[in-house]
């Protein structure tokens, strides 16, 4: 208990910040990352006392928006408040004025009204969270905007990544499944290869989307080149995305069997990460979901500190901008 | 086929401008005289008599502009744009004849919702306005329109603009009808089952963004279709707003094998490309959407080569509260009918990359032709249809800078160069700034 009272030097309320963001990857830099990295560990650190609970945020909002369903991020996104000592709110579209009609806009300014610190949103379309920081004050997080970003989960990743490996500079990650609907996927190419990391794109050809090498990365249609990997980050097939008779695949049996990660596709030793939640005998098997090397536990717990550390750390320090005007200046 | 509110004409002398009609050869200071909307003398040092004097030293005069692409909103949709409000923005623009598109609410399928049409333009368009009708009931891609009752009714063309005629059986009757008439036939091509839920042109930016790619190749295997259609039944055809390579290149070929084919092309696809959608700015959003640097200079090459006859804005307004959402949820459309010489003159002619003199055919009597409708001329004897161009004018695009019900305009915030400073359509001083 003691320790606690003396608080410590970088863990201390912040003084007022200029406003700041966290909606992609692309936003942030290297140092940006770092700098989340060590204080979601340092964070990880003071987690493992009795008392779990910091003061670091006392008075201050965040208010949780979810427009699609989730266990782990906005569990998380509450829980890492709370162990913040920051008040929280939690708005899930059903039961909320959206059922009846409210535009984002208006459910954003009539949140803002509450001056809150921090909004952290997920909603099914692409930009939901560069509407909320134009029409509100807040701080905004992205807990995921359609197939666009998914930026605290790539984050919780990288720090999986490194307290696993030790390292992630140099690693060869493969990625595989269905890329195209996949938020997860967009921002873990960016923080891989914003770190040093090599990544490989693995999945069938309908899922992999025309022109994603120029994000830095490989794509193949061949499974067997995840043997090759070091971490092998397996990702959910969005049955839910799927436009009626795309025909993305065949059939989910037939993926399975092509693209479905087994023990016999792995190399003993390789780490198998998946961002949840499994469709077991899909995607993943169960022997390798059950099994040591997955790191898909780790990967929750991670996500606690690492959006404590999110939420920290845009109330305090560090230069995350994003643009959120779009004025197309005229040569 | 272009109806107007009856106006006194005007008797006017425009003073000292650079006089350009590309199409008449002309380049060369001079005054022109207006007398009750016709012109009457080109000349040095004009009379003026009690005529309207325009001091035009240092601008340039060139025929009137011609868009054969407008949205128009009425009827069902007046809160966006109303005949009186659309023309005037058009008169705003440059323009003394606009066409506007049939997909309205309800669709322009009868004589009837035409007819009404046609009355309320009589009593408020401040500039001559043309109407298409559907090719299709409802556009709905089943049963063919009435045509030849649209087209004694005053129909200027058809198309089922918003939607392709799917199935190529009905297009081909389509076409085979159409020619009873007279009237040209526009069509938007696009292959449903290559676009769908697309919300932006498939490529790198859209697989870095996340948003559903609506391929190039969706376009341009359509306008290979409509163009081998076409080519069987010997019929002419007008292609609307073009955006892909492919296309391009698939019309070339076409023209140069003998077929009556033109085509359009809005000042968004040749200024623009997908990297602006980077910006998640809903007002980016349009079909065909903005697609890469090969597109976009294949689509300026054509337009200077003449494979594209048109410029066309495809104004397209949108209330504000529908553009103030996620760009998924956003309509498809953008304003241009305030803003289409400025982003031409500001991209492409101030760059280099396409002459004036193009910019003004392709504006004006290229888009005329293509519906066989009077071409804006600056000569002695021709309809005043005349439009006053600064090209030094300098300014910021704002909301306050429109006439037009709608706001949702790709060059909000933007600085551009070159201004309308005065519109004559149809004999009568439509706008002076």
Redesign the interface.
């Known amino acids: 208990m003691a320790e606690i009272r003396v608080m410590r030097e970088d863990l201390r309320p912040p003084t007022t910040p200029p406003r700041r963001h966290f909606i992609s990857i692309k936003d942030v830099t290297r140092d940006d990352v770092e700098r989340l990295l060590a204080t979601a560990r340092t964070l990880e650190r003071s987690m493992e006392r009795e008392v779990k609970k910091l003061p670091t945020l006392k008075g201050r909002l965040v208010i949780n928006v979810f427009y699609e369903s989730s266990t782990r991020t906005s569990s998380s996104f509450e829980l890492a408040a709370k162990r913040l000592s920051a008040d929280t709110m939690s708005i899930k579209s059903s039961g909320s004025s959206v059922d009846k009609g409210e535009?984002?806009?208006d459910t954003a300014i009539t949140l803002g009204a509450y001056d809150p610190d921090v909004i952290v949103i997920r909603?099914p379309?692409?930009?939901?969270p560069?509407?909320v920081a134009r029409v509100t004050e807040a701080h905004v997080v992205n807990a995921g905007?359609?197939?666009?970003?998914h930026p605290t989960q790539a984050l919780l990743d990288l720090y999986t990544m490194r307290e696993e490996l030790g390292r992630i500079e140099g690693l060869h990650v493969s990625i595989v499944g269905d890329v195209l609907h996949s938020?997860v996927a967009?921002s873990l190419i960016q923080a891989l290869s914003l770190m040093g990391a090599q990544v490989t794109l693995v999945g069938p050809p309908a899922l992999l989307?025309?022109?994603?090498e120029?994000?830095g990365c490989e794509a193949t249609t061949d499974i067997s080149v995840i043997g090759g990997a070091d971490v092998v980050y397996v990702l959910r097939m969005q049955r839910e995305r799927m436009?009626e008779g795309a025909n993305y695949v065949p059939s989910l049996r037939e993926y399975a069997a092509r693209w479905g990660v087994t023990p016999e596709r792995l190399r003993p030793g390789q780490k198998v990460m998946h961002p949840g939640p499994m469709n077991r005998g899909v995607e993943i098997d169960p022997r390798v979901a059950d099994h040591a090397d997955a790191l898909i536990e780790t990967q929750v717990r991670a996500g606690l500190v690492t959006r404590m550390a999110v939420l920290y750390d845009l109330l305090t320090t560090g230069p995350i901008e994003v643009?959120t005007e779009?004025?197309?200046?005229?040569? | 086929m272009l109806f107007t509110k009856n106006a006194p004409k005007e008797d006017i002398v425009v003073r000292g401008a650079r006089v350009i009609d590309p199409g008449e050869g002309v380049d060369a200071v001079l005054d022109v005289r207006v007398d009750d909307g016709v012109i009457t003398a080109l000349g040095q040092n004009l009379d003026t008599n009690s005529h309207r004097v325009l001091d035009a030293e240092g601008l340039v005069l060139a025929p009137a502009f011609v868009d054969p692409h407008v949205h128009l909103r009425t009827p069902g949709r007046e809160d966006e744009e109303t005949i009186a409000s659309g023309t005037a923005a058009a008169a705003a623009g440059g323009y003394c004849a606009i066409l506007a598109m049939p997909n309205t609410d309800p669709v322009v399928d009868s004589a009837a919702t035409l007819g009404s049409l046609i009355e309320t333009a009589r009593s408020e368009a401040e500039i001559p306005v043309g109407f298409l009708a559907a090719i299709t009931r409802g556009q709905s891609g089943a049963e063919l329109t009435e045509m030849g009752e649209l087209a004694a009714a005053g129909a200027v063309g058809f198309s089922d603009d918003g939607v392709p005629v799917a199935a190529p059986g009905l297009m081909r009757r389509a076409l085979q009808y159409g020619a009873v008439t007279g009237r040209r036939i526009a069509l938007h091509c696009e292959e449903r089952t290559l676009s769908r839920d697309g919300q932006m042109h498939e490529g790198e930016v859209s697989a870095e963004l996340g948003f559903t790619g609506y391929p190039s190749v969706a376009e341009s295997l359509m306008v290979e279709r409509d163009l081998a259609l076409a080519a069987y039944e010997r019929q002419p055809l007008h292609l609307l707003h073009l955006s892909a390579w492919e296309s391009v290149q698939a019309l070339r070929r076409a023209r140069a094998e003998g077929l009556q084919a033109t085509a359009e092309v809005t000042p968004h696809h040749l200024c623009l490309t997908d990297e602006a959608i980077r910006s998640l700015d809903p007002n980016l959003k349009m079909n065909p959407p903005l697609r890469s640097e090969s597109d976009r200079t294949a689509l300026i090459e054509g337009l200077k080569d003449g494979t594209i006859v048109a410029v066309a804005t495809d104004h397209a307004p949108h209330a504000r509260h529908e553009k103030e959402v996620p760009f998924e949820a956003a309509p498809f459309g953008v304003t241009g009918l305030e803003t289409a010489f400025a982003a031409l003159y500001t991209h492409l002619v101030e760059p280099g990359l396409i002459p004036l003199g193009v910019v003004l055919e392709r504006m004006s009597s290229g888009p005329a032709r293509a519906y066989g409708l009077e071409e804006p001329r600056i000569a002695v004897g021709a309809a005043a249809n005349l439009v006053l161009l600064d090209l030094n004018a300098s300014y910021r695009i704002t909301e306050e800078t429109f006439r037009s019900r709608s706001v949702n305009s790709w060059l909000l915030g933007a600085t551009v160069k070159g201004k309308v400073r005065a519109t004559i359509a149809a004999g009568r001083l439509a706008y002076t700034a």
């Open positions: 535009s984002l806009k909603h379309q692409i930009g939901a560069n509407l905007d359609g197939k666009h970003q938020r967009r989307p025309r022109g994603v120029a994000m436009q643009k779009s004025v197309l200046e005229v040569a």
